[in-house]
Structures are given as structure tokens and as C-alpha cells.
């Protein structure tokens, strides 16, 4: 079958045209368009997303990128109109008034085609992008239950344990700031720009500890990272950044060399934590398989840190991660997400669908 799908949680406008096939124990997805219209440059000189102004855009970018992913299709309106069987969209967690673009007019496009609807989760549609991602590139992507998903970006950090594929419970999140967003807090305190994670990536790949005085001995904390449990904590580090950039700057000691350090250690700290929780969870239910996703899940050392720890404490356990491109948010994981919901029962008439800011995974 195929979907139509469309993603406005936040400050991306994504539509994505997917041809799903498959049950639950055999999903195949191909990919016919998945555009994404990006509002960062828009939202760079605010340090974040401005809901209002995010809702706005998407108002004028929406149509401008269903046609983008009509032509990427090769698909005319006609053949949409006949070929398009169900319509999914992000109904929820995100900011409202970018929800509501997205709902309102995905309820239009089920109204005026006839076509059913199927209500998504975004957090759902972040945890299927792995098996999205594998039908895409064809590599071998078997996946054994139980198995452990740590979702990270810059609204949420959370730990999942799946019994299957559709058996999903919330083990650990974060009592504060997502990772995501203690590196958008930190980049800011360090005049890097927004979004947060990129530059603070790039800034560390440049760190060598020979640009340091050996008697500079500054080593950021890691936060709860021996708690007995699965959650998270990120605004201790990004208040450590603080005042630690306040101090350096007071005894004039804050330069370009130290700034490097700062990301590159503020980096390491963040990916200890989430890797340190995600393979404690995964040894305690005895895991066969490792997922990662969500925006954050595009850094490159959080990627190695968790196949190294992965290879190093789980042998028995396969580790994977999505394609860069199903990282961030993009309609063609909501697509996947929707045919799961699908399968289940789970379409209902444009009339009973709305958007639902505070959505959480059993909602």
C-alpha cells in the first residue's frame, strides 16, 4: 500500500510518499520521496525554535513541499488521488501551533481524496526508522527480541525496552534537559550557534590534548551516571559549562583551545551517559538487539561509543542505527510508524484526528 505522510512536530515541514508492504515480522518500506523543508536558518538568530513563527512557516511551506514530493514520486495528482491508500500524520508530542498545520491538513487531504487516516506518534515514528532505514539500503538488518531503542534529540532522552515489535515500554527518561537540548544550552553559552550538537561535534573532532597546559585539569561530571536506575539528567552539565566558562573568563584563561576542550569533553560526558544507561538496561533484560534514533543519534562518537560498548559487553547482541537522513525529523518514518499503525486496526475518519502537544508512546 501506499502512504502519504506528514510531519510538523517542530520547525521541520516533511511529506513523504512510502510503499509499504508486510506484516509485523517481515515490514518492507521503499522510499518514493521524503522532502524535508528545514526552518533552522530562520530560527538561528533566536538560539531555538519560536513556536509561532515555526507555525507559520510550515502554513506557507506545506504545499510548496507536497508538490516537491509528488514530482520526487513521479506521480501526478491524478495518480495520488487513486494510487495514495491511507494518510498518516504526527499528531503529537510537539509544539501546537506546528502541529496543527500538519493535522489540518492532512485532515483536508483525507476529506477531499476519501482516503483513511492513521493518527502517529513522532516518538513512534523515530523508533521504526531503523527498519526503514533498512529496507532502503538493503543491509542485513535482522532483528531479535527483546531488544533496547535509546531515543535522543533535542525534546526527548529516553530508554525503551520492545518484548516485539509493537510491545513498547518507557524504562528511562530524562528528569530535566534532553541531550539534545543541554547541547543547544551549551553551544549557546559557548557562542557556537544553533542547532547545538553539530558545532559542539565539529569543535571536539579539532580537540588534541596537545593544545592544553598539562597542568589545566578541568574535567566536567557525568551526570547520574551510577544512579540505579535508567534515567537521565543534563542540566547539571550544561550548568557546569556555565560557570566554568565564568571562571576561565575571570582569570583570563578562556581561549579557543579551551573552548575546544569544552566541547569535546561536554560531548564525551553526555555520550558516557547515554551509552553507560543504554547497556545496563540492555544486559538487565537481556537484550539481543541495540537501537538508536532521534536527532542526536547522527553523532558520530555517540554512534561508536555504542557499538564499541555494545561489542565489548554484549557480544551475543547486534547493535544498529538509522541512515543520517531518517535521524532527523522526515515524514517517510512517520509512514513507516502509520503502516504499523495500520496493521494493528488503527485507522480512523479525518473527523476524530487532532493534535496532541504532551502525546507519550502509550497514549
Known sequence: MKILAIETSCDDTSIAIVDCQGDLNNLQFTVLSNVISSQIKIHQKF??????????????????????????AKMSYQQIAREIDLIAVTIGPGLIPSLLIGVNFARSLSYFLNKPMVEVNHLAGHLYSCWLSASQKNYHFKVEFPLVTLLVSGGHTQLYYLKNI????????????????????????????????????????????????????VRLPR???????????????KTAVLYLVEKLKKQKLYNA?????????????????????TIKLAKDVKAKTILI???????????????????????????????????????????????????????????????????????
Request: overall charge positive; proline content about 4%; some cysteine.
Open 223 to 237: 551526570p547520574m551516571i551510577n544512579s540505579n536506575d535508567y534515567d537521565f539528567s543534563f542540566a547539571g552539565l
Open 166 to 217: 509493537t510491545d513498547i515500554q518507557l524504562m528511562g527518561e530524562t528528569r530535566d534537559d534532553a541531550s539534545g537540548e543541554c547541547f543547544d544550552k551549551i553551544a549557546k553559552i559557548l557562542n557556537l550557534g544553533y542547532p547545538g550538537g553539530p558545532e559542539i561535534a565539529k569543535q571536539a573532532s579539532q580537540f588534541k590534548s596537545s593544545m592544553l597546559n598539562s597542568k589545566f585539569q
Open 293 to 363: 534514533s532521534g536527532g542526536v543519534s547522527a553523532n558520530q562518537r555517540l554512534r561508536q561509543m555504542l557499538k564499541e560498548k555494545t561489542e565489548q559487553k554484549l557480544p551475543q547482541a547486534a547493535f544498529y542505527a538509522p541512515e543520517m537522513n531518517f535521524c532527523t525529523d522526515n515524514a517517510a518514518m512517520i509512514a513507516s510508524a502509520g503502516y504499523i499503525n495500520f496493521l494493528e486496526g488503527k485507522t480512523t475518519n479525518w473527523k476524530k484526528v487532532d493534535a496532541k502537544p504532551n502525546l507519550r508512546i502509550h497514549d
Open 47 to 72: 538560539g531555538g525554535v519560536v513556536p509561532n513563527l515555526a507555525s507559520r512557516e510550515h502554513a506557507k511551506n506545506i504545499l510548496p513541499v507536497l508538490e516537491s514530493a509528488r514530482r520526487q
Open 257 to 277: 583551545s579551551i573552548k575546544k576542550y569544552i566541547c569535546f569533553d561536554a560531548q564525551e560526558a553526555v555520550c558516557e551517559v547515554l551509552t553507560y544507561k
